[in-house]
């Protein structure tokens, strides 16, 4: 079992920056694909940016590319989100997830999710 916790996420002004941080634990998750998503009010969970077991491959939603930037320390057991730019259409729930296969990731079911934490930008 995998245990995701997020952490990070507040309130910041439109242009701002946030970093979250996902620290798993239970086993390591150096062999896993990892992904941000989040979820605004109303809307479906999407992806956000997704990351390989070696950090070598990353993927980003068009929303956000150019201005998140998904990092990983497998010796931390953490992945990363920097949030640069931010914009208030950014508002959402962020969760982290993990999954043996990027097609777990892609399809936007993990077998892993954390729990969220909330980033609220203000315009």
């Known amino acids: 079992q995998v245990q995701l916790v997020e952490s990070g996420g507040g309130l910041v002004q439109a242009g701002g920056s946030l970093r979250l941080s996902c620290a798993a634990s239970g086993r390591t998750v150096s062999s896993d694909y990892m992904g941000w998503f989040r979820q605004a009010p109303g809307k479906e969970r999407e992806i956000v940016a997704a990351i390989s077991w070696s950090g070598g491959n990353t993927y980003y939603a068009d929303s956000v590319k150019g201005r998140f930037i998904i990092s990983r320390d497998n010796a931390e057991n953490t992945v990363y989100l920097q949030m640069n730019s931010l914009k208030a259409e950014d508002t959402a729930v962020y969760y982290c997830?993990?999954?043996?296969?990027?097609?777990?990731?892609?399809?936007?079911?993990?077998?892993?999710w954390g729990q969220g934490t909330q980033v609220t930008v203000s315009s």
């Open positions: 997830a993990a999954d043996r296969t990027s097609r777990g990731i892609a399809a936007g079911a993990p077998a892993y």
